[in-house]
């Protein structure tokens, strides 16, 4: 199968390790990996924030940047950006009178998956250990981010296959399904609330004795990671690309205590 990565900005400017890991897990199922270069933002933040005509020439790159290739899908390892392909883009391109535009919005989200569920949903990934080789022998949590439980209807994916990663001790997380107080836009407009969203979440994880919280957004992770690091907390977060990444024979290099790894490669 021939693959698009949408690395989405955030990922492609600050944590590029996650987008080479989502690569190294296709590339190992046989598949082919390509990467649109004309790719840029989703258009989500300016969306959120009300400014739908500055989103406009956002929607239109992303279309044409995923439209000018040939593909049989595209995935993204951010279940926020994948739901604000379908939930927003085409509606921003009505609204401005472009059609076509919002048509081929349409055909883009349609082809374009959250890694977990391209995994288990396309590529019939049920076993980590054995499909991948994944190695992971830390205890970890898992975090639900906002949009991929509600907007995706993701479930149990993320979690599922972390649990088949050999090695691995996963630590149930309490009140799994709460918000961790980031919201893009909203930790700056609201700070004072998601501050204190942010603060139950990481006693919640604290709580759990994980030396990691693991999710599937690096955008929570970071909220968290930063959380964690002014506390003063030995606990890490990574993305859950990088643990299904990681084998025995190259296996992931855990982070300083805080943050999500941001550095360039191994």
């Known amino acids: 199968m021939r693959i698009a990565l949408f690395s989405t900005c955030i990922v492609d400017a600050m944590y590029p390790r996650v987008a080479r890991a989502t690569v190294e897990i296709l590339e190992r199922l046989g598949h082919e990996v390509i990467f649109p ?50 939930h927003q883009q085409p509606m921003i391109a009505r609204r401005a009178g472009d059609e076509p535009t919002a048509r081929a919005a349409e055909d883009v989200a349609g082809r374009t998956f959250e890694l977990s569920r391209l995994l288990i949903d396309v590529l019939g990934v049920a076993d980590a250990a054995r499909q991948l080789g994944s190695y992971f022998p830390h205890r970890v949590t898992y975090h639900a981010s906002c ?13 599922d296959l972390i649990r088949t990663v050999e090695g691995i001790e996963f630590a149930e997380l309490p009140d799994v399904d709460q918000c961790c ?20 979440k990481v006693a919640n994880i604290e709580s759990t004795g994980a030396s990691l919280c693991t999710g599937g957004d690096v955008s929570c992770l970071m909220n968290i990671g930063g959380a964690l690091s002014r506390t003063g907390s030995a ?22 205590p805080g943050a999500v790894v941001v550095t360039e490669g191994k």
Not at 235 to 256: D, G, K, M
């Open 181 to 200: 107080g980031f919201g893009g836009t909203f930790s700056f407009k609201n700070a004072d609330t998601s501050g204190a969203m942010t603060a139950d």
């Open 37 to 86: 270069p004309g790719q840029t933002c989703c258009s989500q933040m300016h969306v959120n924030s009300g400014y739908f005509e500055d989103a406009y020439p956002i929607v239109r790159n992303h279309v044409e940047a995923f439209s000018e290739w040939d593909y049989d899908v595209a995935v993204a390892p951010s279940g926020s950006c994948v739901a604000s392909l379908g």
């Open 235 to 256: 606990v890490r977060t990574v993305h859950f690309a990088e643990i299904l990444a990681s084998t025995r024979e190259n296996p992931l290099e855990v982070p300083e």
């Open 147 to 159: 949009h991929g439980m509600r907007l995706l209807g993701l479930g149990t994916r993320q979690p």
